[in-house]
């Protein structure tokens, strides 16, 4: 057992984490906008990733934007889903290419749109385009 599995972890707070997750914004949009940009990565993919951002921008909303708190839940999936299947149409080694941040804050977007894929049912995660 090394000194590292006894020394517990500090309790971060809410405030910390936002201010981490806002100071990522920029690497995801780049890694967006390059994975975009990539030709490894199939057209359908890229496609529907824009639509996803299409609807984000859209006054048109499942949940409507105004009801306080869960307003922004269809966006946050959406996304979620969108960036999980143009990163898995990119594949990892790309994804590691093109991203500018450190690998632990790449683990943590990776590990965020896993988690909205995996909260549409199967059948619907299905339909999404190769």
Do not use: C
């Not at 997750?21 to 690497?27: A, D, G, Q, R």
């Not at 996803?52 to 499942?62: K, T």
Request: hydrophobic share 50%.
């Amino acid at each position: 057992m090394s000194r590292l599995d006894t020394v517990p972890v500090p309790k971060r707070d809410a405030r910390a984490i936002a201010r981490e997750t806002i100071l990522m914004i920029p690497n995801i949009v780049k890694l967006l906008g390059r994975i975009a940009r990539d030709p490894r990565v199939s057209v359908k993919r890229k496609t529907f990733a824009v639509a996803a951002m299409i609807y984000v921008v859209s006054p048109i909303d499942l949940i409507p934007d105004f009801i306080a708190g869960i307003g922004q839940l269809d966006d946050l999936i959406v996304v979620a889903i969108a960036l999980n299947h143009l990163i898995d149409g990119a594949g990892r080694e790309i994804v590691e290419e093109h991203w500018d941040g450190s690998v632990d804050s790449l683990d943590l977007v990776l590990a965020a749109t896993e988690w909205g894929a995996e909260i549409v049912p199967g059948p619907l995660r299905k339909l999404l385009p190769g």
